[in-house]
Nanobody
Framework: QVQLVESGGGLVQAGGSLRLSCAAS????????MGWFRQAPGKEREFVAA????????YYADSLKGRFTVSRDNAKNTVYLQMNSLKPEDTAVYYC??????????????????WGQGTQVTVSS
């Protein structure tokens, strides 16, 4: 099982950018599909983006396409989420998840093998 640690969250003004990182340790990172999710106060967790083990395929929530970009560096055991043109409604705790099956990450993430502890993103208006 991999252990995941998110970083890069913080306070940013609307229109600004942040890049989140999710560092993995443990089993072979490059074998895992990775996903990003977020949960705002009082709301359910929602899918943000996912990327295949090779980085060759990426998936996004329709509402976030064009603003968010997921990428990974298998040599650094890290997956990234670049967030641009941030809006106050992007405020949430952002989590990364890992599973060997991209279908699990994108369709039934609650069954993903590993989750990070989350990083807070706050976008001020």
């Amino acid at each position: 099982q991999v252990q995941l640690v998110e970083s890069g969250g913080g306070l940013v003004q609307a229109g600004g950018s942040l890049r989140l990182s999710c560092a993995a340790s443990g089993r072979t990172f490059s074998s895992y599909a990775m996903g990003w999710f977020r949960q705002a106060p009082g709301k359910e967790r929602e899918f943000v983006a996912a990327i295949s083990w090779s980085g060759g395929s990426a998936y996004y929530a329709d509402s976030l396409k064009g603003r968010f970009t997921v990428s990974r560096d298998n040599a650094k055991n890290t997956v990234y989420l670049q967030m641009n043109s941030l809006k106050p409604e992007d405020t949430a705790v952002y989590y990364c998840a890992a599973d060997m099956d991209i279908v699990v990450v994108t369709t039934t993430p609650r069954f993903s093998e590993s989750w990070g502890q989350g990083t807070q993103v706050t976008v001020s208006s």
